[in-house]
């Protein structure tokens, strides 16, 4: 009987639990030593699916509850849970060499890079999954085999250009970024973090300090009259501000200013005695119900809105002061879910742009991704089916499998198989990128954070410029080092100890990752705001058209793939979390644009619906056999359906 | 729903209320709770569907251990069907949970009105004469069936359900529907409003991409004896004219116009489907008529007088911006 280890990674939210009582059920012929991280503990919202928790275990850690349930169905195996952030130091690559194989459920982007580096380091085999919905994927990694899970570069969260969010929504995800990014922020957050609330799209001039006082409690304000000043003064004075500005206009239906005159004549006295006595129950307390709005799911009005606007505003201030200058948007407040929703709905309503419900606007706020236990229960199957065969080293069978909503060719699961990796990965195949940058305004520090920290998705990066180190974290830095690299991290990059200029090259390491990547560096003068709002385009992480490893079609089952076109089937990556959701696509009742196919014949897809209606994400179409190259063979590719 | 439910939210945001509401109001029977069945009923209890009865005779013995995570050791001996039931209702305290230690072909040669009752019917690891009987009693019940076997790796799961409507799919793709290959008389009017050659480029590149293909499309149509482009070399000629309308490079409307041509290609009148559920006799309604036929019966009525033989245009209320 061979002692095999398996380490089980991440995320009991949806897959691990059903993976870890499967992998027990058919671990029986070997004697499982498991290992579970997972730093998150158990929320109600859970219930509907990680089914190895119950509401009595309602704030307790995941790994450490999951564990318990299994030894109870199997109690002799060994599982140590890790009630811990998987970033940590701790799990370096010498703990991830001790096992025969990865089992990773995380939901997001950063992380699972983080584990996929950590394991072609340590050279142990991944599995990787996701689930959305109704969709899912079990992908399999072997370093030298297949593509990491770098290879193809997954879309990045999405996010609005500034001037959108401030002057010019024209989309319900904007208003509720607004609502909660900038409104929220400036009212309740830090006071001293910088705000675009008063930018204006010609403004040079940000937040200047005259602008600010504005959102400042007087002494002896009664706290309506406050509420009603600030609402006249977003969504009336500031709107109003913006249509003296023509040119912005001109193309684009005006806003309406709106005050709160208009829409509530009469201060809003105490109604039906609810909220007089509130002195007892303060953590709990909601606009909603003091106003008897009781469906979430209800769409309001405008006058309802702003009746939520003001009692919300009246509610923090009244009943959790103290909070104020330290909230940070929780979707889970029920009283900043209920501030958000109407704030971001009267800008809409000033945008002509169609309001929605709590419901709706907490799903976009809040980021939440819509699941069920079926699903999960399908991907965990799955999981286990690829790891056997991974265990077995039975790699002619490694399958990477897609789980639809709808069949494609009558099948519900897509088995593809693994595509060699790619050899322009900068991961695994360690290619060279290249960066545009105005060397002599960006700062070191936008490099790390946009670049080496966003894109790269490195943690504890260490800089390097041929011989000279212009950056390095770590626990054993000397307190002057530090000092030199913050210094570092406020000059523009010509002006560096060891200048970075055009022509030159960066070397970016993350140690505990083992990942390396090169990076050239060209000065460019000018950035586009809106396509480039960064400032600084990174390039070079193509992708290749992956070769097949042969030519055989893939599994037999009617799966067909042709031999020189590299074939997704309808989804591809599935991230369980994307920073900012594209275009509220989270409701049940929203609908996706069909787009032409180019011989005229409409296809089955779902794009995005996109401003720039760029996309030509041809797919392959149900019911043909030919199948089409897709437009844009880049890093949009993945993201054919993207998914909130 | 009077409160949040908290613990439905995910799933609220995959089938909404309506879908949430039906799975609450359904009794679901299961026979035979080996693995395949548990499993199924796992995922509906966690869901909130209303009830479930499970029947299966046998009784837990050492081998159900290591593949049925519903019992444990201490179930041995006992009941499968009570313990595989006590755990469930463990998962979702808002289902009600019903077990019957008997052996399900007994049951369904012995008590087949039993599975009236039902909404649905999963019936795990028959055997096939047993699924026959099962598959009769049902159609008469009006029960939903659904079968499950499974054997190691492989398995089936069949469905057995007679002809029922869904209103509201939900579908995930549409076409925004203008009727551009037949447009309504207020459509038409504003269209002719306006001149596509109009000198002025900045109202130029600011036609409607709608309302130039509207025009094209009649004028082609009048060159055509009333056909729209229906062959390959035709639409190809139709997306020439368009491109020769363009004045600038720059011009996104005639570019949209372009890509938006097939809206123009499309057939007139109704898809043959359609045709045929409408003129299926249960469109004929009567007092006892389903909801989707009486539905049909109005549907009807409409394409023939005021559709003038098209069906209602597909109504949405975030399109405004076609109109910019």
Known sequence: MVVQELLLLGIYKEISCCGLHSIAALMHSFACICLQIDMDTIEVSNLNRQFLFRQSHVGQSKAKVARDAVLRFRPHISITPYHANVKDSNFNVDFFKQFNVILNGLDNLDARRHVNRLCLAAEVPLVESGTTGFLGQVTVHVKGKTECYECQPKPAPKTYPVCTITSTPSKFVHCVVWAKDLLFAKLFGDKNQDNDLNVRSNDAARSSKNADDVFEWGENEDIEQYGRRIYDHVFGYNIEQALSNEETWKNRNKPRPIYCRDVLPDIMTQRNGNNVDKTDDLSSASAMASLGLKNPQDIWCLMENTKVFIEALKLFFTNRRKEIGNLSFDKDDLLAVEFVTAAANIRAASFNIPLQSLFEAKGIAGNIVHAVATTNAIVAGLIVIEAIKVLKKDTESYRMTYCLEHPSKKMLLMPVEPFEPNKSCCVCSETPLSLEINTHRSKLWDFVEKIVKAKLGMNSPLIMHATALLYEVGDDLEEDEIANYNANLEKVLSELPSPVTGGTMLTVEDLQQEFTCNIHIKHREEFDEEKEPDGMVLSGWTQALPEKKDAKTSNGNGASTSKSLPTKPGNTEIDTEVKEISDGTVSPGTKRKLSEFSDGSPVDHSSDVDETRNNKKIQKHDDEDELVMLDHWDSDMSKKQRLP | ?324
């Open chain 2, 1 to 324: 729903m009077a409160e949040p439910k908290t613990k439905y939210d995910r799933q609220l945001r995959i089938w909404g209320e309506q879908g949430q509401t039906a799975l609450e109001k359904a009794s679901i029977c299961l026979l035979n709770c080996g693995p395949t069945g548990s499993e199924t009923l796992k995922n509906l209890v966690l869901g909130g569907v209303g009830s479930i009865t499970v029947i299966d005779g046998s009784k837990v013995e050492l081998g159900d251990l290591g593949n049925n995570f519903m019992v444990d050791e201490s179930c041995v001996g006992q009941s499968k069907a009570k313990c595989v039931c006590t755990f469930l209702q463990e998962l979702n305290d808002a289902v009600k949970a019903k077990f019957i230690e008997e052996y399900p072909e007994a049951l369904v040669d012995s008590n087949p009105s039993f599975f009236s009752q039902f909404t649905l019917v999963v019936a795990t690891q028959l055997a096939e004469d047993s699924m026959m009987k099962l598959d009769k009693i049902c159609r008469e019940a009006n029960v939903l069936l659904i079968f499950a076997r499974s054997y190691g790796l492989t398995g089936f799961v069949r469905n057995s359900v007679k002809e029922h409507a869904v209103i509201e799919s939900k579908p995930d793709h549409f076409l925004d529907d203008l009727r551009l290959n037949n447009p309504w008389s207020e459509l038409k009017r504003f269209a002719e409003s306006i001149d596509l050659k109009v000198p002025d480029p900045v109202a130029h590149k600011h036609t409607p991409y709608v309302v130039i293909l509207v025009k094209m499309a009649e004028e082609w149509a009048k060159a055509h004896g009333g056909a729209l482009p229906s062959t390959r070399d035709e639409k190809k000629e139709f997306k020439e004219l368009l491109k020769a309308g363009m004045v600038a490079m720059d011009e996104d409307n005639y570019k949209e116009a372009i890509e938006a041509s097939f809206k123009v290609f499309a057939p007139r009148g109704i898809s043959s489907d359609l045709q045929q559920i409408i003129h299926d006799s249960c469109s004929e309604v009567d007092s006892n008529s389903s909801d989707f036929w009486v539905m049909v019966a109005a549907l009807k009525e409409f394409i023939v007088n005021e559709g003038g033989g098209e069906a209602p245009l597909e109504g949405f209320n975030t399109r405004y911006d076609i109109f910019n």
